[in-house]
């Protein structure tokens, strides 16, 4: 396929994506995303579609080269860049051990547009925390210590993909980096991950809890003893100490769940 044909299909992607375009949609994610000045999306922009929709294109347009994915990366447009993820997960899961690396570098090389919790969440297990699995893990507890919020919050949720193998770990290791964290997006995605653990392994998860629990944010405690039975969720709550920021910083109760089916 020559770059005519290459640029031709990066443009009919784009043209199918905007048919489900919807301003309301597109209004009210401003919001859900907090994009306001000060806001952990500031400046961010939607063409307002459901993920199904964006899915439904990803299948359409599942062989757009890595250089196409690239220059969806560099979209202002909220929709093109997870349109370009959902598509390199795809294509890490069908690929070749060289694909497979290509497509692992140039994920790390494009975080600045991976910058939305929905965009890590949908990627992280299926590209980073994949392709490390037999490698050293090193990388996360680099991303994991970054002053980036969006390196950190891919840190842990790459581990996401260990955990569903029962394999708890770097989950662990990573979640005592980021215990102190200032975020709420991070607070909730440690929660989240916690929370898996002990669904898995309850002693595994409470063994962290009575390491961590009376100094981790309330935020990130509430998540992860969210499936404790009462009479323990409030023994631990009882310890908890405020989640720093919390009223600043509101979340959509969303921004930790898995709802794009990581």
């Known amino acids: 396929m020559g770059v005519l044909d290459i640029s031709r299909q990066l443009g009919q992607a784009r043209r199918r994506l905007r048919a489900f375009a919807d301003r ?7 919001r859900f995303f907090k994009t306001a000045p000060g806001e952990y999306g500031e400046g961010d922009r939607f063409l307002g579609m459901h993920v199904p929709d964006v899915r439904k294109v990803a299948r359409e347009f ?5 250089s196409d994915l690239r220059r969806l990366f560099a979209s202002p447009w ?3 860049r997870l349109l370009a993820l959902v598509i390199l997960a795809d294509q890490y899961r069908r690929g070749g051990e060289a694909e497979r690396d290509s497509i692992y570098r140039l994920y790390l090389a494009s975080t600045d547009g991976i910058n939305n919790w929905d965009l890590v969440d949908v990627s992280a297990p299926a590209i980073v925390g994949a392709h490390l699995q037999s490698r050293s893990r090193a990388p996360l507890l680099r991303l994991a210590k970054s002053r980036s919020l969006w390196k950190r919050r891919i840190a842990i949720m790459a581990t996401h993909h260990y955990i ?5 770990d770097d989950t662990l290791a990573i979640a005592a980096i980021l215990v102190h964290d200032e975020h709420g997006l991070i607070h909730k995605a440690v929660g989240w991950m916690l929370r898996e653990i002990g669904i898995r392994d309850r002693e595994a998860e409470e063994r962290f809890l009575r390491q961590h629990a009376a100094t981790m944010p309330r935020t990130m405690l509430r998540y992860a003893i969210e499936r404790f039975p009462a009479r323990l969720r409030r023994r631990y709550l009882a310890k908890a100490r405020p989640s720093p920021g919390a009223s600043r910083h509101p979340l959509p109760a969303s921004a930790g769940r898995g709802e794009l089916g990581v």
């Open 24 to 30: 309301e949609r597109a209004r009210l994610a401003l």
């Open 62 to 66: 599942r062989w757009l080269s890595l």
């Open 78 to 80: 909220h929709e093109e």
């Open 164 to 168: 569903r193998r029962g394999e708890f």
